[in-house]
């Protein structure tokens, strides 16, 4: 987090009609003493073909705009917490008039759009008239602005794969001014497959991993584009946030070049959907930014918790119910507090900010959910700013250029790396923290007893010697998945495998191999890194575990979250002793002037504990 921040706590208002059908959960939030409000003045529909804000939209043509539908979004914010003040989404997506007037909408074809002279020129006109009028008339009441964009406002490109006319006309001279030779357009097929199940060959489909380059460069350019020019017309104290930057998911469908824009035109803040990570009680529930990319660079993370509570209403419209998968709800209230402490203390620990998506309506609805609102209000006012950050001792390294040399494509090894992986450290009890691989060289990395290359594909002389010189030591555990540096010299070279992992590439061999400058494991069939064999790398790195496994962990030097699914008693054994152990939900103090203690879940829960 910016370290000129104060961690933040902002409610945001449900979408569309639900807004104004659960106004109850304002007042809910106005008690609490949460005054920092999200709204979403949108002017386009959600997936399913319904508006995202309840209010007539603000932008009728052109240069035609009606504001006062703004003001009356406002003013009824307003009407149930005076106090309130504002971070306000921008929406930069096309409204319908717009997608029908030049054949193209952003909301799927953000790229193609990028490159469509008369979008770009309206949509940038509008974005400054937005600004200029929010920064004149309620000057003392916004506190900062999400840019939104593409797929459900997250700079998603849904037509990512698609060799649409304006990206196909554009392509040669972006060839040109990269330096590159203009190769072929690669098919829906090629795009959606790779040669070597996995991995793309850098020689035989040089064509397919040049496009997914340039795509992502548009998104880039893009993005920076409209950070830079909200940067001209707002105030130096007001904050601009983008939902952008998630290469841990490997297909991100046009984030891959993340890092050039945060060199080039940095947020203050980016944001992430807490459901793109486990929902379940019992889970760690996680986080999608990649942390040290962000950390080094001054960007903070907002965490957007979007849980669907027992509560939550999910009949978005006549004919519609949301549920299944991420959408699936917490059973009871009891739950409903189980879960949202975790994420609030996943959240303080991580000194993220934190963003209550009430997001169909009713998800704070019962009188237990309510009073733990309330409480973790003072909680995060107290004690938020007081966390050093995680202290975890394994470190996940993401590649966000490996990802252009894999098929993610709707793959089972896409889903285990970006998904599934997180689960295993869960049941684990393992915190961990994420890097991207150009962060290696620029951070400290002496608290990382273990360090795992999430899809290391490539190798050449550059990587190898960043390895070696900021990577490996003897004290330290390297865990390799699948087909590390198998990708050396721009070339398919499977028998490189073995030079980084002293196995041949394929061969199931999960035992520790001492070289003179490190120790390494190599798991050829990642599945098979589970919870149980992380627990066992751990330990053999000296990675300290603060519970069995089973349960929920995330720490900092100051602060310990445990979190778990059922009735037990749990031994905690600390880093070091703490003169006193408070456990912050209760009250109690646990134990002073030691290292260890037990807590005693009747059921399921979240205990905090703070450690003087």
Same mark, same amino acid.
């Given at each position: 987090?910016?370290?000129?921040?104060?961690?933040?706590?902002? +409610?945001?208002?449900?979408?569309?009609?639900?807004?104004?059908?659960?106004?109850?959960?304002?007042?809910?939030?106005?008690?609490?003493?949460?005054?920092?409000?999200?709204?979403?003045?949108?002017?386009?529909?959600?997936?399913?073909?319904?508006?995202?804000?309840?209010?007539?939209?603000?932008?009728?043509?052109?240069?035609?705009?009606?504001?006062?539908?703004?003001?009356?979004?406002?003013?009824?914010?307003?009407?149930?917490?005076?106090?309130?003040?504002?971070?306000?989404?921008?929406?930069?997506?096309?409204?319908?008039?717009?997608?029908?007037?030049?054949?193209?909408?952003?909301?799927?074809?953000?790229?193609?759009?990028?490159?469509?002279?008369?979008?770009?020129?309206?949509?940038?006109? +509008?974005?400054?008239?937005?600004?200029?009028?929010?920064?004149?008339?309620?000057?003392?009441?916004?506190?900062?602005?999400?840019?939104?964009?593409?797929?459900?406002?997250?700079?998603?490109?849904?037509?990512?794969?698609?060799?649409?006319?304006?990206?196909? @006309?554009?392509?040669?001279?972006?060839?040109?001014?990269?330096?590159?030779?203009?190769?072929?357009?690669?098919?829906?097929?090629?795009?959606?497959?790779?040669?070597?199940?996995?991995?793309?060959?850098?020689?035989?489909?040089?064509?397919?991993?040049?496009?997914?380059?340039?795509?992502?460069?548009?998104?880039?350019?893009?993005?920076?584009?409209?950070?830079?020019?909200?940067?001209?017309?707002?105030?130096?104290?007001?904050?601009?946030?983008?939902?952008?930057?998630?290469?841990?998911?490997?297909?991100?469908?046009?984030?891959?070049?993340?890092?050039?824009?945060?060199?080039?035109?940095?947020?203050?803040?980016?944001?992430?959907?807490?459901?793109?990570?486990?929902?379940?009680?019992?889970?760690?529930?996680?986080?999608?930014?990649?942390?040290?990319?962000?950390?080094?660079?001054?960007?903070?993370?907002?965490?957007?918790?979007?849980?669907?509570?027992?509560?939550?209403?999910?009949?978005?419209?006549?004919?519609?119910?949301?549920?299944?998968?991420?959408?699936?709800?917490?059973?009871?209230?009891?739950?409903?507090?189980?879960?949202?402490?975790?994420?609030?203390?996943?959240?303080?620990?991580?000194?993220?900010?934190?963003?209550?998506?009430?997001?169909?309506?009713?998800?704070?609805?019962?009188?237990?959910?309510?009073?733990?609102?309330?409480?973790?209000?003072?909680?995060?006012?107290?004690?938020?700013?007081?966390?050093?950050?995680?202290?975890?001792?394994?470190?996940?390294?993401?590649?966000?250029?490996?990802?252009?040399?894999?098929?993610?494509?709707?793959?089972?090894?896409?889903?285990?790396?970006?998904?599934?992986?997180?689960?295993?450290?869960?049941?684990?009890?393992?915190?961990?923290?994420?890097?991207?691989?150009?962060?290696?060289?620029?951070?400290?990395?002496?608290?990382?007893?273990?360090?795992?290359?999430?899809?290391?594909?490539?190798?050449?002389?550059?990587?190898?010697?960043?390895?070696?010189?900021?990577?490996?030591?003897?004290?330290?555990?390297?865990?390799?998945?699948?087909?590390?540096?198998?990708?050396?010299?721009?070339?398919?070279?499977?028998?490189?495998?073995?030079?980084?992992?002293?196995?041949?590439?394929?061969?199931?061999?999960?035992?520790?191999?001492?070289?003179?400058?490190?120790?390494?494991?190599?798991?050829?069939?990642?599945?098979?890194?589970? @919870?149980?064999?992380?627990?066992?790398?751990?330990?053999?790195?000296?990675?300290?575990?603060?519970?069995?496994?089973?349960?929920?962990?995330?720490?900092?030097?100051?602060?310990?979250?445990?979190?778990?699914?059922?009735?037990?008693?749990?031994?905690?054994?600390?880093?070091?002793?703490?003169?006193?152990?408070?456990?912050?939900?209760?009250?109690?103090?646990?134990?002073?002037?030691?290292?260890?203690?037990?807590?005693?879940?009747?059921?399921?829960?979240?205990?905090? +504990?703070?450690?003087?």
């Amino acid at each position: 987090m910016k370290v000129d921040m104060k961690p933040w706590m902002i +409610y945001r208002l449900p979408y569309g009609k639900f807004l104004k059908k659960d106004t109850e959960a304002l007042t809910t939030i106005r008690k609490a003493g949460i005054n920092l409000v999200s709204i979403s003045p949108m002017n386009t529909t959600n997936a399913f073909g319904e508006p995202y804000s309840a209010y007539p939209p603000i932008w009728n043509y052109d240069e035609s705009y009606d504001f006062s539908s703004l003001d009356r979004h406002i003013a009824d914010v307003l009407e149930f917490h005076p106090e309130a003040r504002f971070f306000c989404a921008v929406d930069l997506n096309s409204p319908q008039w717009l997608a029908r007037k030049i054949s193209l909408d952003s909301f799927y074809s953000l790229t193609a759009c990028s490159l469509h002279s008369e979008w770009l020129d309206l949509t940038t006109k +509008y974005l400054n008239a937005f600004l200029e009028y929010t920064e004149t008339k309620y000057r003392d009441r916004m506190a900062g602005y999400i840019l939104a964009c593409g797929r459900t406002m997250e700079w998603i490109d849904h037509s990512y794969f698609c060799a649409e006319e304006l990206k196909s @006309a554009y392509y040669e001279e972006w060839c040109g001014k990269q330096g590159v030779p203009v190769l072929p357009i690669p098919n829906s097929r090629e795009l959606k497959s790779a040669r070597h199940d996995f991995v793309r060959d850098p020689e035989k489909e040089a064509h397919v991993i040049q496009w997914l380059h340039y795509v992502n460069d548009l998104m880039a350019d893009l993005a920076i584009h409209f950070i830079t020019s909200a940067r001209k017309k707002i105030r130096k104290e007001r904050k601009i946030g983008i939902f952008f930057g998630y290469p841990f998911h490997m297909m991100a469908e046009g984030q891959h070049e993340c890092e050039r824009v945060f060199d080039t035109a940095p947020p203050d803040f980016v944001i992430g959907a807490s459901c793109n990570s486990t929902r379940d009680i019992g889970s760690a529930s996680g986080y999608i930014a990649t942390l040290q990319m962000l950390k080094r660079r001054n960007i903070a993370y907002l965490h957007e918790c979007d849980r669907i509570t027992s509560t939550t209403n999910r009949d978005l419209t006549d004919h519609i119910r949301i549920e299944g998968k991420i959408w699936n709800a917490w059973k009871t209230p009891e739950e409903d507090v189980a879960g949202l402490r975790r994420e609030m203390s996943l959240s303080l620990i991580n000194r993220f900010h934190l963003w209550w998506f009430n997001i169909w309506g009713n998800s704070y609805a019962s009188p237990e959910v309510k009073k733990a609102i309330a409480q973790m209000q003072t909680l995060w006012e107290k004690y938020a700013a007081l966390s050093s950050g995680s202290n975890a001792g394994i470190l996940l390294v993401h590649d966000p250029e490996s990802n252009y040399f894999v098929n993610f494509y709707d793959h089972p090894k896409q889903y285990f790396l970006a998904h599934k992986i997180r689960d295993e450290f869960s049941d684990a009890a393992l915190p961990f923290d994420t890097a991207a691989w150009k962060d290696l060289d620029k951070i400290n990395l002496d608290s990382y007893r273990m360090i795992i290359f999430q899809s290391h594909v490539l190798s050449d002389a550059r990587r190898n010697e960043i390895l070696k010189k900021f990577v490996c030591r003897p004290d330290r555990l390297i865990v390799w998945i699948y087909a590390p540096g198998i990708l050396s010299g721009g070339k398919y070279d499977p028998d490189h495998v073995r030079v980084l992992t002293g196995v041949p590439f394929g061969v199931d061999d999960h035992e520790i191999k001492t070289f003179p400058t490190h120790r390494s494991v190599y798991y050829a069939k990642m599945t098979d890194l589970t @919870a149980a064999e992380l627990r066992r790398l751990a330990k053999e790195a000296g990675v300290h575990c603060y519970t069995p496994e089973g349960n929920a962990v995330w720490s900092s030097d100051e602060f310990l979250m445990v979190h778990r699914k059922g009735a037990a008693d749990v031994p905690v054994l600390l880093p070091r002793k703490a003169k006193k152990i408070t456990e912050l939900f209760s009250g109690r103090v646990v134990a002073e002037n030691t290292d260890s203690f037990t807590e005693h879940f009747s059921d399921s829960g979240t205990c905090l +504990y703070f450690m003087e």
